[in-house]
């Protein structure tokens, strides 16, 4: 704890001197000129000009809130169809203005589905996403940014390439090579397991190249510094650039959480019994070919979006924690 | 972005280079065993006549039969035709979006938690449901969207929005775009964290005003975020698929077909492993020029 | 914070791997023991569960299960064949048992079933179960399928249409076009007819629904006596079918796909006719009551033909075949099974459950009538493609495309896989 409040310390007091990682702009020099020169008083006059006036502020927000009205409208529709106990209602109430209110709401549809009388155990199945989900973010957190900083700051050569290696791995679909994955897992018996569901999606190039981005904004000097101190390689890393991407990182929880909580063809694939069959899984077969059972499909989708909303909500306050940290970084 | 600096402090020492070295081998073990193994395997498969199930006669070698019979194939070509459409038009719509409303959230008071919440909300929608309500919302002939659109303009001859092969493709884009700008969202929120509040009290002691705080402080500290986020949308939007195959499956007439559907539906449905295999590669070598070439366009605007 | 991440991190793959060695001590132990491999909505599953649990009680043989998911079933069969993880019991869709049957995965069945149940088999079940190369049966069903007419019965007695009490009297297709124009006509109606193309008309459900009224036609998708697709799928018998569904959607008679396979029998009954599988009864039913009959498929010429199939059991090569064949005696013997069945709307493949099935022995009659009218999908090892190129151009001829270029395409694609496979010998001897 003390060697990274040394780093950090010395990373401000070296910085102003040195290079910034930004294209120098007119702003940033009087920003530097200003620092010192500004009376408290001039300081308070202009936060006042950037708070935005309060009326202004609050018509805003009333229109902020009417768009974000409209963009939720399409939800309106699956929560109030998943109050809708009789599934020929659903359907034949879908497609008119009916499909958004419910007259006699009911709850059954969630108890069919979570409830005892259940004929599957969808909590153990939620369970079951939970800990995919947990071991796929873990894992992916800690593979991508150790990747996109070593690919970074490292000292070897072709880093530009592998780069560019990795981003193109991204663009090979996933319904190319699941065949010969699912062949692959079979042979090295790894079906049907949590580690399976997990592995192949820990190394995301999407998320190494998202962190590869994010850690440029961290200028090299900081690095530098810390180096002088007599950090090494991982201390710097560890110290420095994860404390210092907060937002990132909960930015690639929620999103690979997502992805990881909907993963729906992989697990179909290498699942084969309930005792690690997610959710996703268990809810598609709610939509056999000849009948679909819109009630229960509803409700277990509301159920399903549920985690990664509490997780957002959970994790937002973060995006703004890190403002203190970023005066660091200029 | 400037040339890192040559680093005369720092002593290549074996310990350094051995962190380094295990810092980077987990990620590529990883997507040795899992992306690149089955892709590469996909290669040899390419040029044979591969079925899903087993075949009582040997498998055969039959050259750049599947290649030649691909590119000769019109419905591929649309389906090239298809997906660029498909990208020019998402690029903009919801990136820009995107962009527009990380910018009024970020800087939000009143009600923060939920507007943002609320404008996350679709992102985490499963696909199925996605689609699912949308087919409702285009529903033809007494679907919401036509319902509406005949009030506003009483003379409007409804539309049936999926199954016309004119607005089809229109009407799969406004869908993608609700539903996954979500994404593009939360990562400019996280850039947008990262500019210092500094460079906008020195904006503002120059008198800029809103659209030029934005111009000349917030679009360009994004620049790294930028090119992050086309260059995902251009390959997600390039690997359309999902939603295609459960509205449309590719058509009317094929003008809602993508790459990976059509790939999909030889090696899938048709359980032509081969072929499928063949224009996986020939997909994977399109793409790959196009985001090349985007990588290297960026990049010069970086210089 | 960083560090914090990392610790929580730590601990979270500590557990779940925990949890995940866990999941992988519970193995049992029984001396005789058969995997089972199936796939199902959850109330199939249970009753599954259920069975196998009679039969181990009642056996003393073991059934391991293994549950694979109705959307990539083909797949992780496959997967098994290949990664030498198969099954001793494996359900399959009817169509692809040729395929299973020639790539020398499955085996014939008969010498390990049980007499009574071979003889309790409908002749469409029996269909749906037989290779014919040989003539043998390679699986054993209980469950099959059908399509129907489901019609309004008050607006069809507006026009005053002919209703048909047998399949014997089913409508001409003269008939069919007249009171389709006729009910066109009626203020109350937009849609004379659904075919339900909500489903997608790629989902298998473009070929299985539409595959008889070719055969019906005169034509069909194969000759099944020399095996191509070519002089056949684009006959002119086959091109006049063809050309008549292309006409309805034309002028307008057709459920568009995305008004949704409700039209029927949502609240403002806009469409007429269904032509649906079986299971539509139990949607259509509760809202129309007895307003809803179920009527035979038209006859386009050639009399009538019905499709059937559905999921059916086959037993593997490297299979305990005794304890196989005894499993699927017992099962699909068990009354308490067959209830579970009758309880969830199945269409029965047994004659002794269509007797006592009070659904399929009172209004839905004429389904299993229909039963002795059915013909299996083309027979032969290359059903995938020979499915995927019929779909699509039937698909693209209701959107408009030229029939004959269409019909000529996917007939040129289907001959050109079996000629890549040397005609999938011995078919096309």
Redesign the interface.
């Known amino acids: 704890m003390v060697m990274k409040k040394n780093i950090q310390e010395s990373a401000i007091n070296k910085n102003p001197g040195k290079?910034s990682?930004?294209?120098e702009?007119?702003?940033?020099?009087?920003?530097r000129r200003?620092?010192g020169l500004l009376k408290h008083q001039m300081?308070h006059q202009?936060?006042h000009?950037?708070q935005?006036h309060k009326r202004i502020?609050?018509l805003?927000?009333f229109l902020?809130?009417l768009l974000?009205?409209l963009?939720?409208m399409?939800?309106a529709?699956?929560f109030s169809s998943s109050l809708k106990d009789d599934r020929f209602q659903i359907t034949a109430e879908?497609?008119?203005?009916k499909?958004f209110f419910v007259t006699n709401p009911s709850f059954n549809n969630y108890i069919e589905i979570l409830g005892p009388q259940a004929p599957v155990p969808m909590a153990r199945f939620f369970l079951n996403s939970c800990i995919v989900m947990a071991g796929t973010v873990a894992g992916t957190l800690?593979?991508?940014t150790?990747?996109a900083?070593?690919?970074l700051r490292?000292?070897?050569r072709f880093k530009r390439v592998i780069m560019?290696g990795?981003?193109?791995?991204?663009?090979?679909?996933a319904?190319?090579?699941?065949?010969?994955?699912l062949f692959?897992s079979v042979k090295i018996h790894l079906t049907d397991t949590y580690i399976i569901q997990m592995?192949?999606f820990?190394?995301s190039?999407?998320y190494?190249?998202?962190f590869h981005?994010?850690f440029?904004?961290i200028p090299?000097?900081i690095a530098?510094s810390a180096?002088?101190e007599g950090a090494?390689?991982?201390k710097i890393?560890h110290l420095v650039y994860v404390p210092l991407n907060v937002?990132?990182l909960?930015?690639v929880t929620?999103?690979q959480g997502?992805e990881s909580w909907?993963q729906?063809l992989w697990p179909l694939l290498v699942v084969r019994s309930e005792n690690v069959r997610p959710m996703?899984v268990a809810i598609?077969s709610f939509?056999s070919t000849s009948d679909i059972y819109w009630d229960r499909?509803?409700a277990a989708?509301v159920v399903?979006?549920m985690p990664?909303?509490v997780l957002?909500?959970v994790f937002?306050k973060y995006?703004?924690a890190?403002?203190a940290s970023?005066?660091v970084?200029? | 972005?400037?040339k890192?600096?040559k680093?005369k402090?720092?002593r290549?020492s074996l310990?350094?280079?051995f962190?380094?070295?295990g810092?980077?081998t987990?990620?590529?073990?990883?997507?040795a065993l899992?992306?690149?193994?089955?892709?590469i395997?996909?290669i040899p498969?390419s040029f044979t006549?591969q079925?899903?199930?087993?075949?009582?006669?040997p498998v055969?070698l039959?050259g750049l039969r599947n290649y030649r019979q691909i590119l000769s194939d019109g419905e591929f070509w649309q389906a090239i035709k298809n997906v660029f459409l498909f990208t020019l038009m998402i690029l903009p719509t919801q990136c820009g979006f995107a962009l527009l409303a990380a910018c009024?959230?970020n800087?939000?008071?009143?009600?923060k938690?939920t507007?943002?919440?609320?404008?996350?909300?679709?992102?985490?929608?499963?696909?199925?449901?996605?689609t699912?309500?949308?087919?409702?919302?285009?529903?033809?002939?007494?679907?919401?969207l036509n319902s509406f659109v005949q009030t506003v303009i009483p003379r409007f001859q409804m539309i049936?929005?999926?199954?016309n092969?004119h607005t089809a493709l229109t009407a799969i884009v406004f869908l993608s775009a609700?539903q996954a700008y979500g994404?593009q969202m939360?990562?400019y929120?996280?850039?947008l964290?990262?500019?210092?509040?500094?460079?906008?009290?020195?904006?503002?002691?120059?008198g800029?005003g809103g659209w030029k705080r934005f111009a000349?402080?917030t679009w360009?500290?994004l620049k790294?975020?930028t090119?992050?986020v086309l260059?995902?949308t251009t390959?997600q939007a390039?690997?359309l698929?999902t939603q295609v195959n459960i509205l449309t499956?590719?058509?009317?007439?094929?003008s809602t077909n993508t790459l990976?559907h059509y790939?999909?539906?030889a090696?899938?449905?048709?359980?032509?492993?081969g072929y499928?295999?063949a224009s996986?590669i020939l997909?994977?070598l399109l793409?790959?020029t196009v985001?090349?070439a985007q990588?290297l366009l960026l990049k010069r605007m970086e210089d | 914070m960083g560090k914090r991440i990392l610790m929580a991190l730590a601990m979270i793959i500590a557990v779940g791997s925990l949890v995940f060695a866990g999941s992988q001590g519970e193995t049992q132990t029984d001396a005789r023991k058969i995997t089972f491999m199936y796939q199902g909505t959850d109330q199939f599953q249970a009753s599954y569960k259920a069975a196998v649990e009679r039969f181990t009680a009642a056996t003393g043989i073991g059934v391991e299960m293994r549950y694979a998911p109705h959307d990539m079933y083909?797949?992780q069969?496959?997967a098994a064949?290949?990664g030498d993880d198969l099954a001793d019991v494996v359900q399959l869709d009817g169509p692809?048992l040729s395929?299973?049957a020639?790539?020398?995965?499955l085996v014939p069945v008969e010498a390990y079933i049980d007499q009574n149940l071979l003889a309790d088999m409908t002749a469409s079940n029996v269909v749906q179960c037989t290779y014919p190369p040989d003539g043998k049966l390679y699986a054993m069903g209980h469950i099959d399928s059908t399509v129907l007419l489901y019609a309004n019965k008050s607006y069809l007695e507006k026009i005053g249409a002919r209703i048909p009490t047998s399949v014997e009297d089913a409508w001409t297709l003269e008939e069919f076009d007249a009171y389709l124009a006729a009910l066109a006509k009626l203020p109350e109606v937009?849609y004379p007819l659904d075919i339900m193309r909500a489903y997608?008309?790629?989902?298998e459900w473009g070929t299985y629904g539409f595959y008889t009224a070719f055969i019906s036609g005169g034509g069909g998708i194969m000759d099944r006596e020399n095996w191509k697709a070519d002089g056949m799928l684009n006959s002119p018998e086959t091109i006049a079918v063809a050309r008549k569904f292309q006409e309805w959607a034309d002028k307008g008679w057709l459920v568009?796909?995305?008004?949704?396979a409700n039209m029927v029998f949502n609240e403002q009954r806009s469409a007429a006719m269904a032509w649906c599988g079986n299971w539509y009864w139990a949607g259509a039913y509760p809202s129309m009551g007895d307003d809803l009959i179920a009527l035979p498929l038209p006859d386009f010429g050639n009399g009538v033909y019905t499709p059937n199939a559905s999921w059916i059991f086959g037993i593997t090569k490297d299979a305990d075949k005794e304890a196989a064949g005894q499993f699927l005696s017992y099962m699909l013997q068990d009354q308490a099974f067959i209830d579970d069945m009758i309880k969830t709307g199945e269409f029965p493949g047994l004659k002794s459950w269509a007797a006592r099935d009070p659904l399929y022995s009172t209004d839905m009659k004429i389904a299993a009538e229909q039963a002795a009218y059915a013909i299996a999908r083309p027979p032969h090892?290359a059903y995938?493609?020979i499915?995927?190129?019929f779909m699509k151009a039937f698909?693209?001829i209701l959107?408009?495309?030229d029939v004959e270029d269409e019909l000529n395409d996917a007939a040129a694609e289907i001959d050109e896989?079996i000629l890549?496979?040397?005609g999938?010998?011995p078919f096309g001897k």
Not at chain 2, 193 to 206: C, K, S, T, V
Request: charged letters at 10%; glycine letters at 6%; aromatic letters at 14%.
């Open positions: 290079e990682a930004f294209q702009s007119a702003f940033q020099e009087s920003a200003t620092k300081m202009i936060k000009q950037l935005p502020g609050y805003k927000t902020l809130l974000a009205l963009i939720i399409p939800l529709l699956l879908l497609g008119s203005l499909a800690l593979v991508s150790m990747t900083y070593a690919l490292g000292k070897f560019t990795i981003i193109a791995l991204y663009i090979i679909p319904e190319a090579i699941m065949l010969p994955l692959l592995l192949p820990m190394a190039p999407i190494i190249f998202l981005q994010f440029k904004e090299a000097s530098e180096q002088i090494s390689f991982w890393f937002p990132a909960v930015t929620i999103l997502m909907n729906y996703t598609a939509f499909l509803f989708s399903m979006m990664i909303l957002y909500l937002q995006f703004i890190s403002i970023s005066a970084k200029v | 972005m400037r890192e600096p680093n402090l720092s290549f310990l350094e280079s962190q380094e070295l810092m980077l987990p990620a590529l073990i990883l997507l899992f992306v690149m193994t089955p892709f395997m996909s498969l006549n079925k899903l199930f087993p075949s009582p006669i055969k039959i009024f959230l800087k939000q008071a009143i009600m938690k507007l943002r919440a609320m404008f996350f909300l679709p992102f985490i929608t499963p696909m199925v449901i996605v699912v309500i949308w087919a409702t919302i285009y529903k033809y002939p007494t679907g919401l049936d929005w999926l199954g092969r609700w994404f939360v990562i929120l996280a850039g964290q990262n500019i210092p509040e500094e460079l906008y009290e020195a904006a503002a002691i120059d800029a000349y402080v360009p500290s790294n975020t090119i992050f260059t995902i390959i390039l690997k698929f499956h590719g058509g009317p007439l094929g990976v790939m999909y539906e090696g899938f449905i048709g359980q032509k492993i499928s295999a996986s997909m994977f793409v790959f985001v090349l990588r | 083909h797949e069969l496959a064949i290949a692809f395929s299973l020639w790539g020398g995965v937009a997608g008309v790629k989902s568009p796909a995305s008004a949704g090892p995938p493609t499915t995927s190129a698909a693209n959107d408009g495309a896989d890549d496979n040397d999938y010998p």
